[in-house]
Structure formats: C-alpha cells, structure tokens
C-alpha cells in the first residue's frame, strides 16, 4: 500500500459555487471544490450525479452559469479550453478520445504541442511510455491498439501537454482486474511525481487502491468528502451510492 | 501577346496590310485583290463548265479536306439552343459536300442597300434619319422577287474540290472548356474555320484567341451588337435590326407607353438602353424597366409592378430557362398586355413549349422562324426535318449557323482557297445568299449581316402570323461609329455608352 | 547544418502522405525531369493544353489539405478562383505600363482571396457552425457574387480604366509579366510556369502536412475537441487552413487568365464550384499526390470527353463520382496505392525515417 | 399605397412563401431526422415535373393523377436512392454531400440525353381574379393553399402518430431508440422517401408553370439552401414555415419597391446574418429557448 505524497497545502484548483444546467436538469448545482498541490482526489457519485458536468466546466467544455474557477491563483472561468491546456490543465476524455487513425507517435506529436515550448524532454512523458509499455508501438496505428493501450495512450497524451493538473474522467472503464491495477499505480506513482491529479471513477477497487481523499457527488452537489474508509463507513453514501436502504 | 508565341501559331500568307503607313497604296491592294477575286470565280465556274462533274470528283479524293471547325453547345445550360445551331451547320455542310450551294455570289461594290459599299464614309447624319431610313416596313412581295429554288448545283462535291469536315467537340455551355477547344482547333487539328457559340460571354471568352492566332471566327448568333473585328463574322440579328423595327410597331399598333423587362445582364441592359435611346426618336416613352436576374425564377412581384405601371406594351429581353417561366406566371396572373421582343419565341421557341395561350399577343422581328411560309422555306423545313425528324424546333440561330456555313463556302470558292487573309477578302467583298428566310449580305466594313427581318405575331392558339417584314435591314449602328474594318482592322465590342446620342439616355438607376 | 537537412527530408518524406522512401523519390525526381523535357517533344498545343490541366493543381491541393487533412468541405473554392481572376484582371489592366504591374497584381489577387476567405472564416468557424453549414453557405455565397457580376455590364461597372463587363466577362486581361518575357497561353514559359507552381505547392503542401502543424490539422479532423483539450486554438488553424487552401485557389486563378486573358462570372455558379470536389473526392483526399494526379487526370479526361464523347461527358463524370464515393470511399488512387503498399513488405528505409 | 397594392403584396407574400416552404420542405425533413443534405434534391423536384409532364402528355391522364403519380414514383426513387446510395454515408455526411452530387449530375445529363432538351409544358387553367389594378392567379394561391396543408399534415404526422413518434425519437438519439426498439433504418428510409415524394410533389405542382427543361431543378435549389441554412435541422418543420416566413418577408417588399435584383441580394445577405447569429438556425434557435425554459421551471 503507497503511502500518500505529502501535498503542501499550495491551493492549484479552487471552484466555488458552479451551476451548470442541461434541458431543464441541473447538473451541477452551486458546487465548490477545492484542490491541494499534489493532491490525488477521487470523485465518486451515483450515475447523473454530475461528475463529467463539473469536469467539463473545469476544462471549459462547458461555460458555468453561475460561480467562477480559480486555477494556480487566476481566474479561468471566461478563458477557452485550449488557453486553460496551456495553463496547465488538461483532460482525459470518459469515452477514449485518440486520433485513430494515425499512428501513436503521430498522436504524441500532435500532443506534445509548440505551447510547451522549451526543448527540454518531458521525463513524467518518457517515463509514462515505458512503464505503459506504449514505446515498443511507435508505430501502430491508434486504433489499432488494445482498448487499455488506448486508455494509457490518452493518458499519454494529455501527459504531453506537460499539465500540473490532470483530469481523468473514468481511466479503467472496461479494463481487466490485472489492467485496472496496473493503471492504479500508474496514476498513484504520477502523483507521487508532484502531478495534482482528480480522478472520476466507478470501480471501487480502483477508488480503494489510490485513493487519499474521496469527494462524493450526488445530485450536482457535494454530498460528503473524506478519507476512503470515512466514506465507506457513512451510511448515507452507502443508501445513495451503493445502494443500500 | 509575345513575338515568342506568335511564332507558333499559325502564320498567315495574306499579308495585305503590310504596309499600314499608307492609305492609297493600302487601297489599291485591296481593288487589286478583289478583282483577281471576280476572275478566279469566273475562271472557276468555266472550268467546272468545261471538265464537269468527274474531274472535280477525282481531285476531291486525293485532295485534304477542308477542315471546319465548330463548337455548339451540346449539354449543360444552353444545350436546347446549341443542338439546333448543331444541326444547321451538319445540313449545311452535308449540302456543300453534296454538290450544292445558295445562289448568290459577289454582288458588285455595294450589293443592293444605300450603306452597302466596300469601305464607306461612315454615316455621320442625324440617327433618326438613320432609323427611319432603316427600317421602312413592307408587305410588297414584288419589291423582293423570291425564286423557289435558291439551293443550286455548284458544280462540285465540296469546295474547291476538298470535303468539308466537320470537327465539332462538345464545349459543355463552359466558358473555360470554350477557350482550351477553342485552342485545341487552332493549334492541333489545325482548322480552317471556326463557328463558336451561343452566350455573348461564350464569344467573348475565345475572341481574344482567335484575335491572337488570326483564326477566322464566326458567331452565328443575335445578340446585343458592337463587335467590331477583323477576324470575326456575325451572321446573327442585331438590335438595329430588331428592336427598332418591333418598337415602331408596337408604338404604332398599341401605343407609346413602353415597360421594359430585362435580364440582368449585358444583353439585357444594352438591349434596354437601346429601348430607352430609340422611344422618345418614335415619339415613346419609356414608363418603367426592370432587371432580372438570372437566377429568378418567380415572377409575382415583377408581375405587380407591371400591372402598378399600366404600360401599352411589354418590351421582353428576358432570356434563359428560368426566366421563360415569366409566361405561363404571367398569363395565369391574368396579364393581357401585349409583347414585344427580340429575342423569346424565335430564339427558344417558347409558343411550343407553353401550352397556349401564355405567348398571346407577343410579337418578335425574327431573321428566320420556322413558319415562315415562304415555299423556299417549306423546302428548307422539309430537308431538315428529313435529317433530323427529332428536331423540336428550327429556330433563329439554326438558321443563322446554315446560313454562315453556306456562306463560308461560298467565299473559300470565290477566294480559291482556305488561306484565312484571303477568305476574309473574299467575305469583304460584298458577298450576298438567298437564305431560307431571304436574301442575306455580307456587311463589309462592320462584318454584320444584312437581314431579312420579319415580325412574328403569336395568337391565343400560338399560331404564327407574319404580319410585317423589312427586307433589308442593314448593320448601321457600328457603322455609325465609324467602323470599318476594311480600312481599319480593329478588335473590341462597342457598347451604347460609347455612342454620344445613347449617353443622353443613361439607365438612371436600379428598378 | 547537415543535421538540419536531414529532419527537412525527413518531414518532407513524413508519413501523412502517399509515397515515401527512396523509389518514390527517384520516380518523383524522374516524373519531375520528364515534365520539364516534354516542351523539347510536345506540340505547342499539347503545351498549352497541359499547361491548362496543371494550372487547376493548386485549387485541387488546396481543396485537399481544407477537406482531406482538416476535415472542411467548400464548394467554395471556385468562387476564390475566380476573385483571384478578377482582381487580378483589375489590377493589371490597371498597371499595364508599370514594369512588374502583373506581379504586383498577382500578389494582389492571391492576398484579396485570402483576405476574403479570412473575413469568411472568421465568422464561420468562431460560430462554430456545423460541418454540413459550411459547403452550403459557401455555395450560397458563391452564387451572391456570380449574380452580382453578372450584372456589372456598362460603363458605371469600372474599377479605373479596367470594365467588369458584366456576364460577358472581362477580356483582354494581360498575362503574366517577368522583365521581358510574358507568359501567355501558348508559351513554353507559362508551361513551365504552370509546371513549377504544380510542383512546389505539392512539396510545400507535403513539407506542412508532415509538420508538426499539419499533424495538429489533422487531429482536428479526427477529433476536434480532444484537439481543442490539448491546448489548441482550434478555430484560429481551422481560419489558417481555409485561408491557405483559399490563396492556392486564388493562385490556380491568376493562372487562368494568365492562360486565357479572360474570366467571367460564370466561373463561381454551381458547376465549377462543384469540380474541386469531384478531383479531390475521386483521387483521395487523405493524398495530395493523388489529388494531383486525378486533378491532372480529369481535367484530361473532361476535355478528351468534350472532344470526343461530346453530350456523354456530364453523364461520365457524375457516374465517375457516384461510383468513387460508393466502392472507393477514400479516393482511387489512395485504394489502390494502399491495397499495393499493404502486399509489399515495408521497407527498411521507411522505419529509418519513422516521427521521433 | 393603395389597398389594392397591400393586396398585392400580401399575395406576393403568400407566392412567396408557398415556394420557399415547397422547395425546401422535403429537403429539410431529410436533413433534421436523417441528417444528411441531399444536393440531388432539385434533381428529384426536375424528376416530378418530367413524370408530370410525360404522363399528362403520353398518357393523357387527368392531371391530378399525373401530379400523384410524380409524388409517388420520385418518393419510391427516393427509397431506393437511400437504399442503394445514402445508406452507405450514415457515418459520412459530406460523403454523402458529394454522391448526392453525382447522382444529380446522372440525373440532369441523362434526362437530357434521354428526353432532349426541353418538353412541351402542361397547360393551366387560367382561374383569374382581380382587385383594383391587380389581376391575380388562383393557381398560385391554390400552390400556398397546399404548402400550408402539407405542413400541418407533417406537424400532425410528426406530434400526433406512433410513427411521428419513433421519428422524433431516432432524430434526437437514434442508438437510444434502437435500444427502445425502434427500426432506425426503416424510419430513415420512409424518411428519405416522404422528402423525396415533397421533392416529386413539388416538380408536379410547378410544372405547368415553369420550363420543362434538365437543370429545371437549379432554380429550386438555391432557394431551398438558403431556406434549409435559415431555418436550420433541429426541427424540420418548425425550422421550413419559420424560414419561409422569414425570408419571404424581407425579399417580397424588396423585390415589389427596388426590383427583384434587391430581392434576390436580401435573401442571400438574411441567409448569412441569420447564420451568424443563429448557427444551428432558427429551429435550433428555439429549441435553446424550449430547454432554457425547462431549465427555469425545474428550478
């Protein structure tokens, strides 16, 4: 069992009071949330609890209809997806978003974008490629890939826009028990190389494994945050998340 | 163009104009050349006398033929027009290659007509002298004494005892596949000449190539008039000889309010401004005009405009497929107002293809129409039909492409060869054919024709009935101009805004 | 410096394009040598008449990297050839004293088509309109300016001393200019002309389409909005593309009235801006090598047609599309090169040359 | 102004709008549930004017049955076409932008070659009325009679039958109404056939009025763009009335005060303002306004 890395307290992502609304349903409603420098967070909720909403108004998919974003400090919440990348913060898609038809070293070219301007290598990049296995496939076309191959080279890709927070929006959906491990200490040892990273997951194994900090959503709220085993024990979140009367 | 390209194109032997500097010399070879003209045309009817048929027949075999190069729409926009030009050439051409010919011939300096003379002082009179001496109507059939037969023998299979043979790719109603065939009868099949067209655009496109290749050009086509060129032959009716006839007609029999509705476009819009020049000449008025684009197709607005302006009668330059919707909206919206035009009916033969009564009362000066119910034309109607029984309609430019073909041939023979300087010559010296619809002459110093013009009256039944002719309306208004293109070979359209006496009627706006 | 050269090949050699490795070269290099010595054999005719072919190239490239590479349709390209004709029409007719005038108006006529494309793009791709909003609004507009020109006959229709001349067209336009030589129609330097601009937009195009921009256009085509999540301004390189694919058109116009002194509205109505299309869609617009070849090939085609075939070629050419984007929905050539590449063994050079 | 000349206006208005909604209706409903522009589309109208015309001509059948035998035989052309050709670009929509093309370069050329280059038009009884100045055509207003009444059979068909339903359902999540049980691939070949028995039935309505020649269909399509970029896919025929409306409204004065030169510019300049402003056009206008309704009712 990792130990969890110490974050230093240095705010990187504060939300405060976002609502979002769909058709009539609101999926986010009046939300906040704050993150810690190198902090690894979970986000766990029932289905439509608003977990890829809230995920795409970080991003900025989406455009808030009330609250603000605050990310390392600055306002991001007028600013387009691709000026937040820059900043820093950058998404792993739900359903895997790769370029299919090209190949992975084309898909890391594209990645690895002329806004990370400095030469200097991406070591969290080259070290993720190996310890994925994904730098033996340079040259397989992406669709071609395995399906946890892809999920990785997602990973991999938004690894390359060199982010200091990362959104990953269910990484081990349809993986194998022995994939999802894998990928688990994959994300705990990215962390571990001070990478703030927030997780959306529904395994609970997975939750388990990495889990330092679990913020349950329900109905586009807050519902609860807490140590895993917190959560575990609260038998609200068993009735509404697992469940259970 | 560069002295580089010029070497590659076709060089020409007739070097006439050689020396421009100076004028007397200039006309003396031109005298000279016409008269060694009349002689090889007399020498060569002799010979054909003498030898017959049998010698000339050998001599076609091993002679290469002459060959004729035409472009006519066959497909896209203007393919119901472009067939029938097709058509017209193939008769004529098949007529030629048969041993027959239109009589006529060189008719002497001058021909029949005042303006007529090789080289004249251009006109320099008041214009509505010009006018009403143009177009003096008559019903007199005496005055032009009509033969029934008007196809002879001219005494060899084909010209100067070379085939005829036509090379006509398809030029797709494209204005850029118009120039790359254009180029590709120039300078690989190497023609002798070339008949292009139905748009004034599609003109306008390959003039400057057969300019520049000094390829000898026909449009067989009525259109907005003004193209002076020495390269370039218009065998088609031109507003001279249209629209100031219909007009004095119209005025006469309806009324002088006139309403003019126009395509938006260069045929349209001079068409109108000549309209507009000539009204107030036949004590008329314009009382309103609109432009139509040619897109439109629906005509409810246009239609209430008119009916708002309660002119005497319509002036129609409306042209294209969409556009001839005009007539069934119209006569469903229950507009009784006579028509005018010079181009609807005997261009497109709409009064075919609408079920009637939708052209009633329109009225159109035609250099030819099917109808016309001359026996030398049933001849006409007959022979074609007999080629291409399918044939819709034989409409004006059919005709104007035979005509152009038969004269043509008719100047290789008089010029005693293909050479193109020459054959131009040869159609400047004032050379005339009985056409289907009359007698037809080579305008020498505008390289228009003098026509043969009739007004066609369309009935409730969309009958035909000519109910007036001019017999001979002659191409003035360039020659008003001061064109010649004997004395002073020149290339360039003139429009009506380059004329002082239309300036006073410039189009004041939009609507 | 050396170092230098060999990533400039090994870009121009990438893998976003047909044909690579050294038997590709050597054919290209040969193909390239062989089209330079055909004015020492061709007619001046068959010059100029290739010239004509080879001179819609540009478009047909540009119409490739838009739709192929980044994923935009536009009937639209022919309405940029043609403001690229006029423009440059006015502008020479202008300038025909001036020493280099044609040059000058030829840089103009290509920086008006961008401009315009740029003024265009701007509002569709910040809009943020959908894929199938694109080609129609572009038709749309193709067709406001041909009804416009259309009915620019007269004398008020003057842009200084040149005539827009209306549906007739504008005539007499000068041909390109360099110091003493002209480059009309029938010259060998307009095929040659004609020859290099064909074949520098190919290794310009393929140079950018195997740079790390062109893999970024790429991926918005696959996927805009995983592009957008890798920091990409998405719609300034959608603007950028449009506006490149516009300039080539505009420079394929510049040649054409270089060709035929002429040009006329009829030029942006619905058939031409259609033809892009069917050259981009029947060689394979993932290709720009075979965007050419069936560019070249059916312009050849489409005039051996109306030689020939006459009233049949319409018929042939829709067939020709109907059946291309049924049974070879990436293009023929593209099928076929690739069906022939997947038999061979891949070869050792092309792993050498493989991204970083 | 006259009365006579606002009679006048209102029945251009009335023209107007009978052809923008005929035009583009069928186009339209193909777009909002297939989700496919099908450039063919003034082929097929050229399609019901030609069998209109050969019918009434060859057949001498009375001319409403010509009319529902164009309807019906450019709707079963229509089927196939999806069949054969559409079906295969459900996951390519500018593919099928491009064969669509091809199909009506095949259709215009070979009508030609096959029927030559133009048929004697059906003839029309002249119903005429007048007021003031003004004579009217009753077949006009009898062309705006039905373009309404097409448009509420589809509204009713679309809002008020099983079959509208199963419709609605594949055009907002076709993979959720497949899982629901719904034929997809049926629902969008009936689909394409009723936009192409509108294309056909349209050729039929105006084919005594208009030249029966190949490219016919060229003056239908551009209109019928404009419509369909104004009034947008997300609900066909909300989006066709609307944009009829609409554009009607600004062409119809401009045309009737300035000529039709204005009119033609105006309608072309709405299309482009309308689609800045309104990208998904105006039917997608109103759907944001519906969910943002909804949005404020559950809160």
């Not at chain 2, 017959?52 to 190069?69: C, D, H, L, V, W």
């Not at chain 2, 050439?89 to 048969?98: G, H, S």
């Not at chain 2, 029934?148 to 100067?160: A, F, R």
Request: hydrophobic letters at 45%; glycine letters at 10%; one cysteine or more.
């Amino acid at each position: 069992m990792p130990t969890p890395s110490e974050s230093d307290g240095v705010v990187v992502l504060h939300a405060e009071n976002l609502t979002k609304s769909f058709g009539g349903i609101r999926a986010v409603d009046h939300l906040n949330l704050t993150l810690a420098r190198s902090e690894l967070r979970c986000l766990i909720g029932p289905n439509g609890a608003g977990k890829s909403t809230l995920f795409g108004l970080l991003s900025g998919l989406h455009r808030p209809d009330t609250g603000r974003i605050l990310f390392k400090g600055e306002d991001i919440t007028n600013l387009q997806p691709f000026q937040r990348v820059r900043k820093g913060l950058c998404q792993k898609f739900q359903t895997t978003r790769i370029y299919r038809s090209l190949t992975v070293a084309q898909n890391l070219l594209i990645a690895g974008g002329t806004h990370t301007s400095n030469r200097k290598k991406n070591e969290k990049l080259s070290w993720a490629l190996s310890t994925l296995g994904l730098d033996s496939e340079h040259e397989v076309s992406a669709g071609k890939l395995s399906h946890s191959h892809q999920q990785w080279l997602e990973i991999c890709l938004a690894l390359a826009t060199e982010p200091d927070l990362l959104l990953l929006d269910e990484p081990t959906a349809g993986m194998t028990p022995e994939e999802t491990a894998l990928t688990a200490q994959f994300v705990v040892n990215l962390n571990r190389q001070a990478l703030t990273v927030l997780v959306v997951e529904h395994d609970m194994a997975f939750v388990r494994y990495i889990a330092q900090s679990v913020t349950v959503l329900h109905y586009g709220r807050i519902f609860t945050e807490g140590s895993l085993d917190e959560i575990e024990s609260n038998q609200e979140v068993r009735r509404i998340y697992l469940g259970e009367s | 163009m560069n002295a580089k390209q010029c070497d590659y194109e076709a060089g020409s032997t007739g070097q006439l104009n050689s020396n421009p500097g100076s004028e007397v010399e200039h006309l003396e070879t031109d005298g000279e050349s016409r008269r060694s003209f009349l002689k090889k045309m007399i020498v060569a009817s002799a010979a054909t006398a003498v030898t017959g048929f049998p010698y000339t027949r050998a001599q076609a075999a091993e002679n290469p033929s002459i060959k004729f190069g035409l472009l006519e729409d066959r497909s896209g926009n203007f393919a119901i027009f472009g067939i029938n030009k097709w058509h017209g050439t193939q008769l004529a051409l098949k007529e030629i290659n048969e041993g027959w010919t239109l009589e006529g011939g060189v008719q002497g300096p001058g021909g029949p007509g005042v303006f007529a003379k090789v080289a004249p002082k251009p006109p320099t009179e008041n214009i509505k002298e010009i006018v009403n001496r143009g177009g003096d109507e008559t019903k007199d059939d005496t005055v032009w004494n009509e033969e029934d037969e008007y196809l002879v023998k001219s005494g060899e299979n084909g010209v100067l005892g070379r085939q005829l043979e036509l090379i006509s790719p398809d030029p797709e109603s494209d204005n850029s596949q118009f120039q790359s065939l254009a180029r590709r009868l120039i300078l690989e099949d190497k023609v002798d000449v070339i008949m292009a067209g139905f748009a004034s655009a599609e003109r306008e496109a390959i003039r400057p190539i057969m300019d520049q290749n000094k390829m000898l050009y026909f449009y067989n086509n009525q259109y907005e008039g003004g193209v002076a060129d020495k390269y370039t032959f218009c065998t088609g009716a031109i507003p001279e000889q249209q629209i100031v006839p219909v007009m004095q007609y119209m005025i006469k029999n309806f009324g002088p309010k006139i309403y003019t509705l126009a395509a938006d476009y260069n045929f349209g819009q001079l068409s109108a401004a000549w309209t507009r020049a000539m009204a107030p000449i036949l004590s008329a008025e314009v009382i309103g005009e609109e432009f139509i684009p040619l897109s439109v197709s629906q005509f409810a607005s246009s239609i209430s405009r008119i009916q708002e302006a309660k002119p005497d009668w319509l002036m129609m330059y409306i042209t294209g497929q969409n556009h001839s919707n005009y007539y069934p909206q119209a006569d469903a919206a229950g507009v009784k107002i006579p028509m005018g035009s010079s181009i609807n009916i005997a261009q497109g033969y709409e009064h075919r293809r609408f079920k009637a009564p939708a052209l009633a009362r329109f009225h159109v000066t035609a250099s030819y129409m099917e109808e016309i119910p001359t026996p030398r034309n049933r001849k006409f109607v007959e022979r074609w039909r007999k080629m291409f029984p399918d044939e819709p309609y034989m409409a004006m430019e059919g005709h104007s492409a035979y005509v152009a073909t038969h004269l043509y041939a008719k100047a290789v023979r008089l010029a005693g060869t293909t050479d193109k300087e020459t054959v131009i010559k040869a159609l400047e010296s004032g050379i005339g054919v009985e056409a289907p619809s009359g007698w037809v002459f080579m305008d020498p110093a505008t390289h228009h024709l003098s026509q043969y013009i009739r007004l066609a009256s369309c009935n409730e039944q969309h009958d035909i009935s000519f109910v007036t002719e001019w017999p001979y309306i002659e191409p003035w208004w360039t020659r008003r101009l001061g064109v010649n293109l004997v004395r002073h070979p020149e290339s360039k359209q003139y429009i009506p805004d380059e004329d002082p006496f239309f300036k006073m009627f410039k189009k004041k706006g939009k609507g | 410096m050396e170092r230098e050269d060999k990533r400039w090949w090994q870009v121009l050699n990438g893998p976003q394009e047909l044909g690579r490795g050294r038997v590709f070269w050597c054919l290209f290099t040969f193909a390239a040598l062989g089209l330079l010595a055909y004015p020492f054999v061709g007619s001046v005719f068959a010059l100029s008449n290739f010239a004509n072919f080879c001179l819609y190239v540009p478009m047909g490239l540009g119409l490739a990297l838009l739709w192929g590479y980044s994923g935009v349709l536009s009937f639209g390209q022919s309405a940029f050839f043609a403001i690229a004709g006029y423009v440059y029409g006015i502008i020479s007719g202008n300038l025909l004293d001036m020493p280099g005038g044609t040059l000058l108006a030829a840089a103009g006529a290509i920086a008006a088509s961008a401009a315009i494309a740029a003024a265009f793009g701007y509002f569709v791709f910040y809009g943020q309109v959908s894929g199938w909003i694109i080609p129609l609004l572009l038709l749309v507009l193709s067709l406001i300016l041909e009804t416009f020109m259309a009915q620019t006959a007269g004398y008020q229709w003057r842009v200084g001393s040149v005539l827009l001349g209306g549906y007739n067209g504008m005539t007499n336009i000068p041909s390109l200019q360099i110091g003493s030589s002209i480059f009309g129609g029938a010259s060998i330097g307009f095929y040659y002309l004609v020859v290099s601009a064909m074949l520098i937009t190919y290794l310009g195009l393929r140079l950018l389409v195997n740079s790390h921009y062109g893999h970024v256009v790429t991926g918005i085509r696959d996927d805009v909005e995983r592009t957008r999540m890798l920091g990409y301004n998405v719609n300034l390189m959608q603007i950028q593309v449009f506006v490149v694919a516009a300039a080539l058109a505009g420079l394929s116009g510049v040649l054409y009235v270089s060709w035929g002194n002429y040009i006329n509205p009829s030029s942006m109505g619905l058939l031409p801006a259609t033809l892009p299309v069917i050259w981009t869609a029947v060689g394979g617009r993932s290709s720009l090598l075979a965007v050419l070849l069936s560019t070249v090939t059916l312009r050849w085609l489409a005039d051996s047609l109306a030689v020939k075939g006459g009233e049949y070629a319409f018929l042939i050419m829709g067939i020709l599309l109907l059946v291309t984007m049924l049974f070879f929905p990436a293009g023929i050539v593209v099928t076929l090169a690739r069906h022939w590449l997947q038999r061979k063994p891949e070869r050792r050079d092309l792993k050498k040359n493989r991204a970083p | 102004m006259s009365l006579g000349y606002l009679v006048s206006l209102l029945y251009q208005y009335a023209d107007s709008i009978a052809f923008l909604l005929l035009a583009a209706l069928g186009l339209m409903i193909i777009l909002g549930v297939v989700n496919v522009i099908n450039l063919a589309h003034g082929e097929l109208i050229m399609m019901g004017a030609y069998i209109t015309t050969l019918t009434y001509h060859r057949a001498h059948l009375p001319l409403p049955l010509c009319m529902a035998l164009s309807t019906i035989g450019v709707g079963l052309f229509g089927m196939l076409l999806e069949r054969f050709v559409i079906r295969r670009f459900y996951d390519d929509k500018l593919g099928a932008l491009v064969a669509t093309w091809g199909v009506s370069l095949i259709l215009s050329q070979g009508t030609l070659l096959v029927f030559g280059p133009s048929l004697e038009s059906v003839p029309l009884a002249a119903w005429t009325f007048s007021y003031g100045r003004y004579s009217f055509g009753g077949y006009r207003l009898l062309l705006f009679v039905i373009a309404i009444a097409i448009v509420l059979i589809a509204w009713w068909v679309f809002y008020h039958t099983r079959l509208g339903v199963r419709t609605r359902a594949t055009m907002q999540n076709a993979d959720m109404a497949r899982a629901l049980g719904v034929n997809t691939r049926d629902i969008y070949l009936l689909t394409f056939g009723v936009g192409s028995a509108l294309a056909g039935l349209t050729g039929a309505l105006y084919a005594p009025t208009t030249t029966i020649v190949p490219l016919m269909g060229n003056q239908f399509v551009d209109v019928a763009f404009i419509t369909v970029v104004v009034g947008g896919g997300a609900n066909p025929i909300v989006g066709a009335l609307t944009s009829a409306a609409l554009l009607s409204l600004i062409a119809t004065p401009l045309s009737s005060t300035l000529g039709t030169f204005s009119g033609r510019i105006g309608l072309l300049i709405a299309a482009l303002v309308v689609i800045r402003f309104l990208p998904r056009g105006i039917s997608g206008y109103f759907q944001d306004i519906r969910y943002r309704r909804m949005a404020r009712g559950v809160s």
